[in-house]
T-cell receptor, first 111, second 115 residues
Framework: SQQGEEDPQALSIQEGENATMNCSYK?????LQWYRQNSGRGLVHLIL?????REKHSGRLRVTLDTSKKSSSLLITASRAADTASYFC???????????FGTGTRLQVFP | AAGVIQSPRHLIKEKRETATLKCYPI?????VYWYQQGPGQDPQFLIS???????DKGSIPDRFSAQQFSDYHSELNMSSLELGDSALYFC??????????????FGPGTRLLVL
């Protein structure tokens, strides 16, 4: 069954606003990663947070991880039209090294 | 910096034909993963190789096979193609040796269309 569920499935905001996407997973993980994908193109790695970390920042990105709730959130601050893309969380399952992707959030940022 | 290379980038095949997708990992990376992403779907893990040996297997049909060669490149062979095989196929690589990171680096993908 699906390891990762993301919500919302779609999000539309204005430039300058913040965008928050959530991801839930089911099993124990080594780490959780967020990827971005523009309209059927390649997957771009954004940020990785390990299972023993609670929060991580990278530029305008802020990721939190709550292993007790098996959930993570990705916050994009001061969004730009160029942030328009699909965002996927992916978990590296403990004792394996494969990534299990969530269902993705389609973000639309209007100028 | 060198990235993961996949070829071809686009491929059109007829039903029941075969296709071979190639992946060239980042130099020094010893582990390769294959993922399949159907239209509007999230990527699904197919299979992985570490040091030329299969390390894990996911939802890969029996009609598909893959291997990793001595130069660490990998090929995904797909036979008896079906319409449902139309998808974007990603390859990712990582170095699992001592002191390695945890980020899988993805290639640009091969878009396969089965008619």
């Amino acid at each position: 069954s699906q390891q990762g569920e993301e919500d919302p499935q779609a999000l539309s905001i204005q430039e300058g606003e913040n965008a928050t996407m959530n991801c839930s997973y089911k099993t124990s993980i080594n780490n959780l990663q967020w990827y971005r994908q523009n309209s059927g193109r390649g997957l771009v790695h954004l940020i990785l947070i390990r299972s023993n970390e609670r929060e991580k920042h990278s530029g305008r990105l802020r990721v939190t991880l709550d292993t007790s709730k098996k959930s993570s959130s990705l916050l994009i601050t001061a969004s730009r039209a160029a942030d328009t893309a699909s965002y996927f969380c992916a978990t590296e399952i403990r004792r394996t090294d494969k990534l299990i992707f969530g269902t993705g959030t389609r973000l639309q940022v209007f100028p | 910096a060198a990235g993961v290379i996949q070829s071809p980038r686009h491929l059109i095949k007829e039903k029941r034909e075969t296709a071979t997708l190639k992946c060239y990992p980042i130099p020094r990376h010893d582990t390769v993963y294959w993922y399949q992403q159907g239209p509007g779907q999230d990527p699904q893990f197919l299979i992985s190789f570490y040091e030329k040996m299969q390390s894990d297997k996911g939802s890969i049909p029996d009609r598909f096979s893959a291997q990793q060669f001595s130069d660490y490149h990998s090929e995904l062979n797909m036979s008896s193609l079906e319409l449902g095989d139309s998808a974007l196929y990603f390859c990712a690589s990582i170095w699992r040796g001592e002191g390695s990171g945890e980020t899988q680096y993805f290639g640009p993908g091969t878009r396969l269309l089965v008619l």
